[in-house]
């Protein structure tokens, strides 16, 4: 079966310090790889996609990057952390259209940037 | 802009009533409706899906309808359990055309469900 980890659960970072969110997949071959976050009061907000290695999407501007440098690892960095980017980070795969493969969630990584 | 609404931030139910949670959306190219269920601390579950090509799903206790003319959809949960307590996003598909399996998904709404 296939599972999803990430890591680590919980994080606090002072504002300008670097980030690394590391995220993999076990269980399946060329998965569609995600970041979202849920900022408070605020719904999932998709922020990279990945249909495949070093093949980055981004939604939505911001000072944060993703990288894949595996088929089932997906990374979320950042160089300077503002306290804006605090939130509950999460990474999701699927294996392509939502018919047949709803996205599938880890269990998060709470980032508190003081 | 946001394309999937969920207006209602938190809704309160008695157990062993029907829950209602509704969901509107703004574009007419989704095709594909999810919703998935959340609790603290924890990714969101898929629960339930429907297709443009429906207007309606069951599945248990769960039941998804979607009016296309109204851009709306709900989730029913009858009868409604404690467990049933948890955060529900509604979430779509940006369409057919698109093969990257990425969703667009509402704020959010919590639900109680009262013992």
């Known amino acids: 079966s296939q599972t999803i980890h990430q890591w680590p659960a919980t994080l606090v970072q002072p504002v300008g310090s670097p980030l690394s969110l590391e995220c993999t997949v076990e269980g399946t071959s060329n998965p569609n790889l995600y970041w979202y976050r849920q900022a408070a009061g605020r719904g999932l907000q998709l922020l990279f996609y990945s249909v495949g290695i070093g093949q980055i999407s981004s939604e939505v501007p911001q000072n944060l990057s993703a990288s894949r440098p595996q088929d089932r690892q997906f990374i979320l960095s950042s160089k300077k952390l503002l306290l804006s980017d605090s939130g509950f980070y999460l990474c999701a795969w699927s294996t392509g259209v939502p018919y047949n493969s709803p996205l599938h969630f880890g269990n998060g990584t709470r980032l508190t940037v003081t | 802009d946001q394309q999937v609404k969920q207006n209602s931030p938190s809704l309160s139910v008695q157990e062993g009533r029907i829950s209602i949670l509704n969901c509107d959306y703004t574009?007419?190219?989704?095709?594909?409706f999810l919703w998935y269920k959340k609790y603290p601390a924890e990714g969101p579950t898929f629960l339930i899906s429907?297709?443009?090509?429906?207007d309606k799903n069951e599945d248990g206790r769960f039941t998804v309808f979607l009016n296309k003319s109204a851009k709306h959809l709900s989730l029913h949960i009858v009868p409604s359990q404690p467990g049933d307590s948890a955060v529900y996003f509604c979430?779509?598909?940006?369409?057919?055309?698109?093969?990257?399996?990425?969703?667009?998904f509402g704020q959010g709404t919590t639900l109680q469900v009262k013992p």
């Open positions: 979430a779509a598909s940006p369409g057919v055309s698109s093969n990257t399996g990425k969703l667009i």
């Open positions: 574009n007419s190219m989704f095709d594909y």
């Open positions: 429907i297709s443009s090509i429906k």
